[in-house]
């Protein structure tokens, strides 16, 4: 079992930026490749970004590519998300998520543990 938990939401004016963690404890961190969604209301769960076990691959959604940046410190088994020039369009709540396999980081179905979530507002 791998516990995480989110932290770092909050309320943001378009073109600002915020770093989100997610803590991880339970099993090895570091055997798990993690990766962050995010769902707006009335949406469905979307892919944003992940890394690899070791923090040498990262992949990105196209429209975050070159404004969010992952992140992971396997010493203090903790997985960061710095958002950048960020739109309105991207309020959501931000999910991290733990898998174990790189090639499918994109498939929400291939993540094994979850976080509850952390609430991200942008305003216009």
């Known amino acids: 079992q791998v516990h995480l938990v989110e932290s770092g939401g909050g309320l943001v004016q378009a073109g600002g930026s915020l770093r989100l963690s997610c803590a991880a404890s339970g099993r090895t961190f570091s055997n798990y490749c993690m990766g962050w969604f995010r769902q707006a209301p009335g949406k469905e769960r979307e892919f944003v970004a992940a890394i690899s076990r070791d923090g040498g691959s990262t992949y990105y959604a196209d429209s975050v590519r070159g404004r969010f940046t992952i992140a992971r410190d396997n010493a203090k088994n903790t997985v960061y998300l710095q958002m950048n020039s960020l739109k309105s369009e991207e309020t959501a709540v931000y999910y991290c998520?733990?898998?174990?396999?790189?090639?499918?980081?994109?498939?929400?179905?291939?993540?094994?543990?979850w976080g509850q979530g952390t609430q991200v507002t942008v305003s216009s």
């Open positions: 998520a733990a898998t174990r396999t790189f090639a499918t980081v994109i498939r929400i179905y291939e993540y094994d543990y």
